[in-house]
Every structure is written in C-alpha cells, then in structure tokens.
C-alpha cells in the first residue's frame, strides 16, 4: 500500500502559492489537494477551475486532486478534468446519484473518490466501494482549515480498511505530526496537510518530517 501525501494548498499564503506548491512537491509531496468550496455545500468560497488550470501551468507534471465540496458536484467534473486534475472527490452528502457520478468520471478517464463528513457513516459508501479509487473520510467538518482532528473518525478508516484492504482511504483535517501516525495506524494512507504545512518556518523540513513518519 503506498502511503502518500496531499498538502491542501487551502491555508497556503496565495501571494506566493506558486513557490509553497513548488517547494513541497520537490521535498517529496505527491498530490496537490484542491478545496474547492461552493459557498453553499459549505460556507466558504474558495476558487474554481481557472485558477487550478493556472496553478498547473507552474507545475504541469504534478498529480492534482479536486475535493468537491459543493452541490451538484456532477456540474463541475469536466472543467476539473480539462483543468488537469487526475482525481476528483466529491461529498456523499451531496446528492443522490454518487454511484452514477462515480461511472461518469471512470468514463472520462478520471479518478473517482468519494468523501464522508464526520456524521456520515460508513454504510452510505458501502455500495460505492467497486467504483472509487479512494474514499476521504473528513476528520474535521469540511469547510476551514486549523480545525481540530475529530479522532471518532478513525474507527470509520478502520472499518474501511477491514472492508478493501488495498483501497486509498485518506484522512482530511487536523493532521500534523501528531495526529498522522494515529490514522497511519488506522489504516489510513493518503494525509491530506493544510495548516501544518502553511504555517511551517521550514515548508521542506516540515514535508520531509511527515513523510519519513510514514515510513
Ligand atoms: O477540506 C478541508 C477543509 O474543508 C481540508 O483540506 C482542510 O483544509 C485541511 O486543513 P487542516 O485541517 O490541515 O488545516
């Protein structure tokens, strides 16, 4: 199982995004995790398809991962595709036809995740699990970055774990040096770092300490 990690640029100084992606995907950071937020699904706005399109441009081979956090999320697969995310995730919470959505971004060649906020169970992705590259289970409430790690979450990670042995389960919200090896050893493999990472004095040092306590 590799274990990997996703650096949420949404904490991240945006008057120099561009050198804090550079920075961490050359200390060894794998994915670029985009939230993008609606305003409606949660409170925040963030940003859209032009300015993921213009981040890639800095770091075209990067692998990008949009997390819908919006409502009718199926509207925005394809400007995310074209703008060059590899993965798109998307909330169960969002709506009613998560499996349909899953084979529309399997057809485009995109992968599927699907993601659970904190009262979600696990018995609402059940049916999704053929048809997912990767199931997020939110630890904090989607919406903010700096929140703190909800670690009833963790029996949710196990129990996906039990169910897919070689499924991507990532964790999201509050994860830092001290929460990741608690969800490592739950099963999670894929961290999803926001405001560690952004408020690091040594962005480098800070990517480098996180991936060798995943060994
Ligand atoms: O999806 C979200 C928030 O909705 C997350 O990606 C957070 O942005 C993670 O930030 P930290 O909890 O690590 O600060």
Redesign the pocket.
Known sequence: MKHSLAP?I??FDLTNLHESVRTFLAAGAGIV?L?V?DGQF?PPITFGDSYVRALRSIVPQAFFEA?L?TLSPERHFEAFAEAGCGRILFHAEAGVHSYRHCQTLQSMGVEAGIAINPGTPVESVVELLDVVSLVLV?T?N??????SFISSALEKVRRIRELRPELNIEV????DPKTLPIAQAAGANVF?????LAKAPDLTAAVRGLMEQMG
Do not use: C, N, R, T
């Open positions: 949420s949404l904490s995790h939230d937020m949660v997390h956090m939110m904090v989607p919406g903010w970055g700096g929140q999201d919200g509050g994860i999803v770092v926001g405001s560690y």
